[in-house]
């Protein structure tokens, strides 16, 4: 196991503050006593720090307009990417959020490399170059890559769907199957997908910047069990005690009426749900498990991750007076 204890690290970057997952890191790395610097297009979207020992600064910028990088960047050591463009209330081509996110990324790049950046951690996608990548996971792959060319030793965390409240993989997940108790689906109900909870990506994310051993590497994360989408959708409905759902499978059903189809049924934008919806099709598994050398963590069942994202819903299916 390579966990000795390592040195505190200095002042972090979160950048993505604001995100599904960028927000929930911050009290984590406040609990350990790191002090933080938050680069946000809105600052009023962050919550106030919680914790006697946060040490928390914001700053205000924005990646694809190339602002406030500089000021971010200035005297850190680590900065966690979280920043992803897919988004918007209505379809938009798909190339549109990757060249953001590829101008983004390049942005970061630059200024990080001229204020002597040292670390990035970077959360991306699962799914390997050879099989035919929807254009969703393909870009991820490319910003890895990208965070990966310049100065700092970047680790990249790849991870498939996460399980937790108001993530826009899982909440399409939720209404599906809690609305629909018939679902017409192609074939990529067939596919594999190694889920993993919010829990436990905060954890291999916090593991990562505290064990430096992880400096210039890449990892599969993911929870404990193998489903396709079907079993998926199945267990699912088991945990939350619905009657199993009716699945009727259809050869053709294209990604572009799949999302309009997400898009009457969930509070998700037919501007998130066709990216994701496209990479259906790709089975993502993790290939190894060489994190738990550097991180090693009691993973979280599928089940326990439903129920905890499901205490922590406001409002939506299955919660009770909506």
Not at 114 to 135: H, P
Not at 186 to 211: E, F, H, M, S
Request: charged share 25%; hydrophobic share 40%; proline share 5%.
């Amino acid at each position: 196991m390579e966990t000795e204890k390592q040195p505190k690290p200095g002042r972090v970057l979160i950048v993505g503050a604001t995100g599904f997952v960028g927000r929930r890191l911050i009290p984590e790395l406040v609990k350990k006593n790191v002090p933080l610097r938050l680069l946000a297009r809105r600052p009023a979207g962050l919550s106030e720090p919680t914790g006697q020992n946060a040490d928390i600064e914001v700053c205000q910028g924005d990646v694809v307009e190339n602002t406030g990088l500089v000021e971010a960047l200035r005297g850190v050591e680590t900065a966690y990417y979280l920043v992803h463009s897919m988004g918007g209330k209505t379809m938009t081509r798909n190339e549109e959020y990757a060249d953001k996110d590829r101008t983004a990324a390049r942005n970061f790049m630059k200024a990080a490399d001229a204020q002597g950046l040292q670390r990035i951690i970077y959360l991306g996608g699962l799914g390997e170059a050879r099989d035919d990548l929807s254009e969703h996971l393909r870009s991820r792959a490319e910003i890895a890559g990208i965070l990966s060319s310049g100065k700092p030793a970047s680790t990249i965390l790849r991870a498939a769907i996460i399980i937790g409240a108001e993530g826009a993989s899982y909440e399409m997940l939720r209404y599906l199957v809690e609305r629909l108790p018939v679902m017409v689906c192609p074939q990529w109900v067939d596919t594999r997908i190694q889920p993993i909870a919010i829990k436990d990506v905060l954890a291999y994310l916090v593991g990562c910047l505290l064990n430096p051993a992880t400096a210039g590497k890449s990892f599969d994360i993911g929870g404990a069990e193998i489903f396709t989408y079907l079993e998926m959708m199945q267990k699912y409905a088991e945990v939350r005690g619905l009657a199993k759902r009716i699945i009727i499978r259809v050869p053709v059903l294209t990604p572009l009426l799949s999302a309009y189809w997400v898009d009457l049924v969930t509070p998700i934008s037919s501007g998130i749900a066709h990216p994701l919806i496209e990479g259906l099709k790709n089975e993502v598994v993790c290939k190894n498990n060489d994190i738990d050398k550097y991180v090693p963590i009691t993973k979280t069942s599928f089940a326990d991750a439903v129920m905890t994202a499901h205490s922590e819903e406001k409002k939506g299916p299955g919660i009770t007076g909506y």
